[in-house]
């Protein structure tokens, strides 16, 4: 089995030693994503639906590098730091999964890797044909 890995070019992954996405067969895993850009800085900063949204382009795209998309999600993992803001996050995750369903955890965190940013979000996805 090939192991392709992912990466978005942040200098954190570097550093960290991590990829953004890793797919081994019909598997990928993308790591935890944040709504920072290509220079690390924080997007939408106090508006977690938007970042959710900035957040799921981020997956599709690692997804797409990977040989995949969206449609081939089966599992998202949602970290939020703020109670209150579970439905905008969930209904950004509605809008982009509607129809897909994957399975959905959502967990309320003490924090994230900085105060900017309010949703971290995991995704596996699966390859019916490899």
């Known amino acids: 089995m090939i192991r392709q890995n992912v990466s978005s070019g ?11 996405a890793v797919r081994c067969g ?16 924080p997007v939408s900063p106090g508006d977690a639906y938007a970042q959710a949204h900035y ?8 997804l797409i590098q990977a040989g995949a998309g969206l449609k081939d999600v089966v599992r998202t993992r949602v970290f939020i730091v703020n109670l209150e803001d579970w439905e905008a996050v969930a209904r950004a995750h509605g809008e982009v999964f509607g129809s897909i369903r994957p399975a959905n955890t959502l967990v309320v965190v003490k924090a994230l890797i900085g105060e900017a940013y309010l949703v971290e979000i995991e995704a596996d996805a699966y390859l019916e044909w490899g």
């Open 55 to 62: 957040i799921f382009r981020k997956i599709e795209r690692a």
């Open 26 to 41: 019909n598997h990928i895993w993308v790591a935890g994503t944040t709504a920072s850009d290509e220079n690390t800085q």
């Open 10 to 20: 942040t200098t954190w992954e570097a550093m960290a030693g991590y990829s953004r």
